[in-house]
């Protein structure tokens, strides 16, 4: 069965340090990733979807990129985290190959900027 | 602009009473609609889904109806237990086909 792994669970981190969080993805190949966040009062926001290694499409310009080294691998970072990125992200994945709306999450990772 | 909108905030419901809950989106090219649900320190769960063919879909205790023409789609949980309490997301595909667009969310609480 597929798995989704998304760590640490929370993080705490001063303005201006730098931000990695990983992704990884068991039991499919060439899955879709995505980074989402959910920060007060502005529901799900998407950040980045990749449908292939190396091929990222950022929805939000900011702070923060993505990379896909490997293909059940999905990276979040930033050089220098800001207070607005505090937040809770959450990766997900979905099958490849035609439409499919089946999205899972990730447990998510709670990022506070101080 | 948001394209997918759950104007209210919150709702609260009584046990074993109906919980309804609305979105409303703008692009009438949207075909699929989904319901997911999510507790607080966790990832969000899918719950029901709709593809614009239909105008009613039904799984237990959730229903997801559908009205095109207004472009307003709503779930109802009927009868509302306590473990219902969550947010609850209305998501809807992008115009491309490669990522959901979410709403803001409505908080649900049951109290028994």
């Known amino acids: 069965s597929q798995t989704i792994h998304q760590w640490p669970a929370t993080l705490v981190q001063p303005v201006g340090s730098p931000l990695s969080l990983e992704c990884t993805v068991e039991g499919t190949s060439n899955p879709n990733l995505y980074w989402y966040r959910q920060a007060a009062g502005r529901g799900l926001q998407l950040l980045f979807y990749s449908v292939g290694i190396g091929q990222i499409s950022s929805e939000v310009p900011q702070n923060l990129s993505a990379s896909r080294p490997q293909d059940r691998q999905f990276i979040l970072s930033s050089k220098k985290l800001l207070l607005s990125d505090s937040g809770f992200y959450l990766c997900a994945w979905s099958a490849t190959g035609g439409r499919n709306y089946g999205y899972t999450f990730g447990s998510g990772t709670r990022l506070t900027v101080v | 602009d948001q394209q997918v909108k759950q104007n209210s905030p919150s709702l609260s419901v009584q046990e074993g009473r109906i919980s309804i809950l609305n979105c409303d989106y703008t692009n009438s090219m949207f075909d699929y609609f989904l319901w997911y649900k999510k507790y607080p320190a966790e990832g969000p769960t899918f719950l029901i889904s709709i593809s614009s063919i239909k105008d009613k879909n039904e799984d237990g205790r959730f229903t997801v109806f559908l009205n095109k023409s207004a472009k307003h789609l709503s779930l109802h949980i009927v009868p509302s237990q306590p473990g219902d309490s969550a947010v609850y997301f209305c998501?809807?595909?992008?115009?491309?086909?490669?990522?959901?667009?979410f709403g803001k969310g409505t908080t649900l609480s049951v109290s028994s």
């Open positions: 998501a809807v595909n992008n115009q491309a086909g490669t990522a959901l667009i």
